[in-house]
């Protein structure tokens, strides 16, 4: 098992930025593919970016295309998500995961991840 440990969320306003960070532990760190979904209340956990084990392969919901960027540091067990020209509809809390195959492809559904962080509360006022 992989434990990980999100930081970073807060509450900015519309148009500003936010890096969230998400601390790994566990040598394999490497290995795995990541990603970042997203729960605001009243609705289901969505996907919002995903990046391969070795950083070179990334992947984006239509919504944050071009406004947020996923990245990793595997140096420092670490994944970010770099959140520019944030919306109101940003509003949520963020959950980091980890996929547990081995070198795998990546992915946007909920199934394929095996671990996951506690969430960090991202607010974006109007």
């Known amino acids: 098992q992989v434990q990980l440990v999100e930081s970073g969320g807060g509450l900015v306003q519309a148009g500003g930025s936010l890096r969230l960070s998400c601390a790994a532990s566990?040598?394999?760190?490497?290995?795995?593919?990541m990603g970042w979904f997203r729960q605001a209340p009243g609705k289901e956990r969505e996907f919002v970016a995903a990046i391969s084990w070795s950083g070179g392969s990334t992947y984006y919901a239509d919504s944050v295309k071009g406004r947020f960027t996923i990245s990793r540091d595997n140096a420092k067990n670490t994944v970010y998500l770099q959140m520019n020209s944030l919306k109101p509809d940003d509003t949520a809390v963020y959950y980091c995961?980890?996929?547990?195959?081995?070198?795998?492809?990546?992915?946007?559904?909920?199934?394929?991840?095996?671990?996951w962080g506690q969430g960090t509360q991202v607010t974006v006022s109007s």
């Open positions: 995961a980890a996929d547990l195959r081995d070198y795998g492809l990546l992915c946007r559904t909920l199934a394929c991840y095996d671990s």
């Open positions: 566990g040598r394999t760190f490497t290995r795995y593919a």
